[in-house]
């Protein structure tokens, strides 16, 4: 079990963005979780087949139209995707761009396993091959997961520590403990935190065969992003969307996941401090299965009786998998920016794994 609440200098979240199935940017995601927009839309033209020929989508996203032709000639969709989204935050206000790059910048990512697709065909070129060494070395980089934090590091001249945290639906919580272990620790002024994970027919198939059979949610994609930096105090010019009172991960033990991630609940308000009462939205992963059963039912039952908004968004964009936490935090803070009424109230986000994995993460709004 790991926390990362308590005390003074709690970190910050001053900007974020998000490239999902409801289009690029922060103002794009906010309009669709505002509306609770469907996404899910037909794969034809899209490439091979799937399991299902419907998903979640980002809309008309083409890797040489988005970022032009330079030096995307082998980038991947889930490359593509990182180095959309954090552009799109470096580009919200010259503030970000100012202390989002340089020597001080450091970028947390979460992912599943980078981009199956590409460890799939260059797999498959290597034994179709005339030789197994006729292979195309450019797409190479593609098929270790941190090519797309080390992609986006390069293009936008983040020098500081770059990280890829591999947790599945739970990564966005892990990459954002990192990113506050990273500033506590003093080795970063500040971190762009965040997930990202690419439809593509490998990765379908792969959730396909490994589901328990049950009708599941399409599967969906995207990267969303924070700006994370410690609290610069009242008075800084500091805009500042969310205070991080807590985050805690913990492991299934003996298939217990209501258990685990009640532990990991009760265990963060009792160190953050916050009263179930003070809770005023909260975003869930809906995971599928038994786990995301599990997960709807301890929600449930903590926050009875509490009035909270639930951001729950899989019935728009999908199941965005990795980056599905990320998302979700990207949600509250939309919702913060639309309902003004939940000032100085607190967000959470909770997420869950079929691989064992739990956790969750209070925000304090503002």
């Not at 934090?149 to 599945?168: C, D, E, H, R």
């Not at 892990?174 to 990202?196: D, I, K, P």
Request: proline share 4%.
């Amino acid at each position: 079990m790991t926390t990362t609440a308590t005390g003074a200098g709690r970190p910050v979240i001053t900007a974020w963005s998000a490239v999902s199935p409801f289009g690029i940017g922060r103002t794009a995601f906010a309009e669709g979780v505002r509306e609770r927009r469907p996404t899910v839309s037909a794969l034809a033209g899209t490439g091979p087949a799937g399991p299902r020929d419907e998903a979640c989508v980002v809309p008309d996203f083409e890797v040489r139209t988005v970022l032009g032709k330079k030096g995307t000639r082998s980038m991947d969709r889930v490359t593509g995707l990182a180095v959309t989204a954090v552009g799109a935050l470096l580009d919200d206000t010259e503030r970000s761009r100012a202390v989002g790059t340089g020597e001080g910048a450091a970028l947390a990512l979460g992912t599943t396993t980078g981009s199956a697709q590409s460890m799939m065909d260059f797999t498959r070129d290597s034994l179709t091959g005339e030789q197994p060494f006729f292979v195309d070395p450019a797409r190479f980089p593609n098929t270790v997961m941190n090519c797309a934090a080390g992609q986006s590091a390069i293009w936008y001249q983040l020098k500081g520590p770059n990280t890829t945290i591999a947790g599945g639906r739970v990564a966005g919580l892990h990459a954002l403990n990192y990113s506050r272990r990273l500033l506590a620790a003093g080795r970063a002024q500040t971190v762009l935190c965040g997930a990202a994970e690419e439809y593509s027919p490998a990765r379908a198939w792969l959730e396909h065969h490994s589901g328990d059979g049950e009708p599941s949610a399409p599967l969906g994609e995207g990267c969303a992003v924070l700006l994370v930096e410690p609290a610069a105090g009242e008075g800084a010019g500091q805009p500042v969307l969310a205070e991080i009172l807590a985050v805690e991960l913990g492991v299934v033990l003996r298939d217990d996941v209501s258990g685990s991630l009640t532990s990991c609940l009760r265990g963060a308000l009792r160190r953050s401090g916050v009263d179930l009462s003070e809770i005023a939205a909260v975003a869930r992963s809906g995971a599928p299965g038994a786990e995301g059963e599990a997960e709807t039912t301890v929600v449930g039952e903590l926050l009875a009786g509490v009035d909270a908004a639930d951001l729950t968004q899989v019935a728009l964009i999908g199941d965005t998998g990795a980056a599905s936490a990320a998302f979700q935090t990207a949600a509250l803070l939309a919702h913060a920016e639309d309902d003004r009424a939940v000032a100085g109230k607190v967000g959470l986000v909770t997420s869950v794994d079929r691989t064992g994995t739990v956790g969750c993460a209070l925000l304090r709004l503002r």
